[in-house]
Each structure stands twice: as structure tokens, then as C-alpha cells.
């Protein structure tokens, strides 16, 4: 197959002062922040799913952008089409990853698991073939076990044995897969792990069927040689009325209770922490504090609407306090996969680019911005300073648990009563935050 984006060039940083649409402002892979690449902070990675089969349709109406690259659409050829398509977006914009579900890849077969494993081996061989010389590879994958109406109540969840051993199926391919294709991890996302109403649903079944399924997923993983991080991505409604992956909090828990936290990470989506009610830096703080922030989906969501939107992230505000989590982390095991889709309306190849332009921009002026706000340094101090009185005293013997109810008790009652804890300063952070984006 010749060109498919014609007339869109190589897209390359030209900085801040550039008209031109179709190049980087802010993107430049090889500065250096930190000690470390622009690129090395930045594993940006193309979404298989919203980048090259999304069209727009909605719950309201049809697509309108043509994905079909020139090819009808559910064949193999099309599935090698998107390939294609994939691999030469990605070298124009510089993207070194790509995330899939397995039926992204190909149209699955509903009748028989085996014909659509095998689509699978020819088209990741296709794959393989076409990335080869390159430095193009798998970030993550991961098995789509919601779509499909086998999986109406749930994958790990589901009441039935038969559907169970279908997502294991699903789960055992994928993983070879990842292996085949270099990935560094590999994600749960529980579409459907989740109840509609109590009245039907036991829950301590299902979580713990969920858990076995991953404890069987990590220990094949490792036996055919995975030795990447398994992540699971929270997500709190939608399409379930409840999920049992509601927040990071909510997963952390669960991955502790299960004996999981070893080697499994959060996969932190943006617009999810907006349906759980938390900012994005929310949740990378909870992972972050946890020792499990492991990777990211880097969208947005609109928090008028109580759903999913996947825009592309275009707010400095977000990814600068989202970088200063993911550089307090030491850099992320897995990377930034736009899980966003353009706009219904803005339906052209142009557009395509256009949004990732946006998205990488965005993310690089956060890390900017983030390395800024460390090297400022103001804001950490403060922080240690609210603290101080830790630091010495009755507050020491805190931290280091060398007290009992009955010495703080007593401490307490010959003060009569404290001193004032202290300001917040929440403005006067805020307005450092302030300066620190548009003040220099």
C-alpha cells in the first residue's frame, strides 16, 4: 500500500513561535529535563482502537470519518490496511508505541475463538514484518472482554463457567501476543467487572473469581516469559452502574487483599478519575504514594458530561500536575497512550494529527512546566514546613511509634489546649502554580 496520510509531513519541533500546524511547539525529543530525554519522560503511545477504527459514531448517530483507508472494512485486508496506517502515523509523528485490544487487531469470528486466534498470529506476524528496522513496538495490550455479548455479566465476574474459560482464552492469547510483540505490560480493564443491582449479584464470588483469574494470568505470563508489569485500569461506572475497579484507592485494596500488589500497577486514565469524582493528580498521588503508579492513559473528559468522552488532553493546568506525580515516581513502567478520539466533527486525516500534535504539546509543556515547579522548589518547602512539627518532640515520637495513647493524652491535657495548626496558603500555592506556567 503507497501513502495513506498524503501531503502530511514528518512532523518535527520547531518551537513556541511557530505557526505551522503540523509541528511541535513544545515536543522536542531530544532535550534534555532532568537528566533525562524529552522522549525517555515522554513514551507516548498510539491507541489502536480510537486512532485507527473510531469514526465517530455515537449513541445518536453514525460515523463520519472514513476509517477504512481505502479497504472494506471487517476482512483481513482491512486489518492490514490499519496496520499500514498505524505504523506510518506513527513514524510521522514520532511515536514509538502502540496499545490494542485483540479484536482492534482483526474482525473477530462469534462462531469459533480458534479462527479468530489465528487471524491474530497473521496479523501481529504482519505487524512484526512491517515494524521491523524500526524502533516501533507493543506498549501494552490487552483482551477485550466487553464487547461481546458472551460477556453481558462480566468476564472474571460472569456466572457462567463457560464464559469464564472464554476470557481465560482470551487472556492466555493476548499474552502471548505481548511476548511476540515486545510489550511491556499488560492490562486488565473491567469493562463489565462490575453489578447492576445487588438483588441478583453475589459480590464476594465475583471478586474473588476476578482475582483467580488474574493470579492465573500473572503465573502464565511468567512461565512463557512476561516480564513486564500487569496493570489494572480503575474506572468507576460506565458501561457497568458500578464497577468493582472504582478508583486507584478502590483497586490498590483489592490487589492487596488478593496478594496481587507484587505484580500488578495502576493504568491511571484521566477521564476516570473525572467519573470517580477525583482530579487526574488524584489518582496518580494515591498510586504514586502507594508504590503503584505504573502507566497512563492520557485523555480528558469533560466534567459537564457524566460520561466517557475521551477528549485529547489541552489542559497545561492537568498535565503539569500529572508530570510532577510521573516525575516524583522516577518515570512510569509502562507510558502515555492516547486513549482519546478527536472530536465527532473534526473528521478528517488532518484532524488525526492534528490531536496528537495537541496531546504531545500539552504533555511536554506539563513536563517542562513539572521540572520547574520542582527545581522552584516553593511549594515542597512549604509542604515539609506544615509538617515540622514532626520533626522534633512529642511529633517525633509519632513517627517513630515510640508513644502510646495514654503520653499523648497526658501531653495533650498539660497544654490545655494547642497552638494554632497553621495556614493552608492555598491561594498563595495556587498562585506560585500560576507563575510558574505563565509567568516565565
Known sequence: MGEIFKNIPEI?????????????????????????????????AMAWWHNLSATGADMFGAGTTDKSFGVKPGTMEHAKAKVDAGIEFMKKLGIKYYCFHDVDLI?????????????????????????KGTDIKCLWATANMFSNPRFMNGAGSTNSAEVYCFAAAQIKKVLELTVKLGGRGYVFWGGREGYETLLNTDVKFEQENIAN???????????????????IEPKPKEPMKHQYDFDAATSIAFLKEHGLDKDFKMNIEANHATLAGHTFQHELRISRVNGMLGSVDANTGDPMLGWDTDEFPHNAYDTTLAMYEILKNGGLDGGLN???????????????????????DVFALGLIKAAELIEDGRIEKFVEEKYASYNEGIGKKI????????????????????????????EYLQSILNDILFGR
Open 338 to 360: 492516547f486513549d482519546s478520539k478527536s472530536r465527532r466533527p473534526s473528521n478528517t486525516y488532518e484532524d488525526m494529527f492534528y490531536s496528537f500534535i495537541l496531546g504531545m
Open 107 to 131: 474482525p473477530e469470528c462469534s462462531e469459533d475463538i480458534n479462527v479468530t486466534n489465528e487471524r491474530l498470529d497473521e496479523i501481529t506476524d504482519y505487524i512484526l514484518e512491517k515494524t
Open 12 to 44: 518535527k519541533f520547531e518551537g513556541k513561535e511557530s505557526k505551522n500546524p503540523f509541528s511541535f511547539r513544545y515536543y522536542d525529543a531530544d532535550r534534555v529535563i532532568m537528566g533525562k530525554k524529552m522522549s525517555e519522560h515522554l513514551p507516548f
Open 399 to 426: 513517627l517513630e511509634r515510640s508513644t502510646t495513647l495514654s503520653e499523648l493524652s497526658d501531653y495533650a491535657l498539660k497544654l490545655k489546649k494547642p497552638s494554632s495548626p497553621g495556614s493552608g496558603r492555598q
Open 213 to 231: 483469574l488474574m493470579k492465573m494470568a500473572v503465573e502464565y505470563g511468567r512461565s512463557i516469559g512476561f516480564k513486564g508489569t500487569f496493570f
